[in-house]
């Protein structure tokens, strides 16, 4: 079993940024594949970033390539999103998400252990 809490949602000026953290806990971190996901209103949940269980390989949508950037702290059992440039298009609940595989794909079946969410809302 994974638990998974994130933070550092709130709201922000368009244009601005912030940091979401998601930390982990319940069995080895470092080999699981991490991903973010997030649900806008009226909309479906769709993926934003994953990172390999390493840290080496990661992967973004052509949404938020360029503006987010997915890390992770397997001593701390942390995963992070830093988010620039923020668009009020971004504004959603972002879910952390722990995936059974090393190398996880932006699909949300990979995922087995997902988080509470955080609130991300970003003003025009």
């Known amino acids: 079993q994974v638990q998974l809490v994130e933070s550092g949602g709130g709201l922000v000026q368009a244009g601005g940024s912030l940091r979401l953290s998601c930390a982990a806990s319940?069995?080895?971190?470092?080999?699981?594949?991490m991903g973010w996901f997030r649900r806008a209103p009226g909309k479906e949940r769709e993926f934003v970033a994953c990172?390999?269980?390493?840290?080496?390989?990661?992967y973004y949508p052509d949404s938020v390539k360029g503006r987010f950037t997915i890390s992770r702290d397997n001593a701390k059992n942390t995963v992070y999103l830093q988010m620039n440039s923020l668009k009020p298009e971004d504004t959603a609940v972002y879910y952390c998400?722990?995936?059974?595989?090393?190398?996880?794909?932006?699909?949300?079946?990979?995922?087995?252990?997902w988080g509470q969410g955080t609130q991300v809302t970003v003003s025009s």
């Open positions: 998400a722990a995936s059974r595989r090393y190398y996880s794909r932006p699909l949300q079946d990979d995922y087995d252990y």
């Open positions: 319940g069995r080895t971190f470092s080999s699981n594949g």
């Open positions: 990172i390999s269980g390493g840290g080496g390989s990661t």
